[in-house]
């Protein structure tokens, strides 16, 4: 969001845009093969104040009118992981409940920043932050280019660093006490019935 009251997404195809209204990775979306071949820009102005979960139902408005888009959600059996907990036990460490002070906070993300950004430099993916384990197997299938699915039966929130440029992925999830279960799962898809190529005039 540029600003308070605008939206932009610049070069997102129209598979991109799709999983984004929906909030599911690509690979949850079930469509024409064509909807990853050309990028669009998108730049919208909302109300003021808008909180941003309420903006997906807002992009999702504005598929169905400029594309025609006709998509419905149901669950299917596809191969992937399912995310459980190792036979040693979870090693997870609960994120405090007392909320961090504004200072701690921006120390946090400064921290993230940096191992982001020497992860990537030496070729790797870091996920870090407070997280529930549904959101740690929701990153995870970006990194698998599968689905993944949380069974660890886990709540709450945990501190999780994972960090491909030092461990696999596989590796690194068996650092936090959990385990990538290959086999198959059921997952929630995005069916898409009806779509357009190109969008109507504004």
Do not use: C
Request: net charge neutral.
């Amino acid at each position: 969001m540029p600003g308070p009251d605008r939206v932009r997404m610049s070069s997102r195809s129209l598979l991109d845009l799709i999983s984004s209204a929906y909030s599911v990775r690509n690979i949850r979306v079930s469509g024409p093969v064509w909807m990853s071949d050309q990028e669009f820009d998108i730049e919208a102005k909302v109300p003021e104040g808008t909180p941003k979960q309420d903006l997906n139902g807002m992009l999702q408005s504005l598929l169905e009118e400029r594309f025609g888009l006709k998509a419905h959600r149901n669950s299917q059996i596809r191969q992937g992981f399912a995310l459980v907990v190792g036979k040693d036990g979870s090693k997870l460490k609960p994120t405090p409940a007392q909320s961090p002070s504004k200072q701690e906070v921006l120390a946090q993300q400064a921290q993230i920043l940096k191992e982001a950004l020497e992860a990537n430099r030496a070729g790797g993916t870091l996920v870090s932050g407070s997280m529930t384990t549904e959101h740690l197997a929701f990153r995870l299938e970006q990194l698998v280019g599968a689905p993944v699915v949380d069974e660890t039966g886990l709540s709450g929130e945990y501190s999780v660093t994972i960090n491909t440029a030092n461990d696999s992925v596989f590796g690194g999830v068996e650092k936090l006490g959990l385990k990538l279960q290959p086999g198959k799962v059921n997952i929630d898809m995005v069916v898409v019935d009806q779509v357009s190529k190109m969008p109507t005039a504004n």
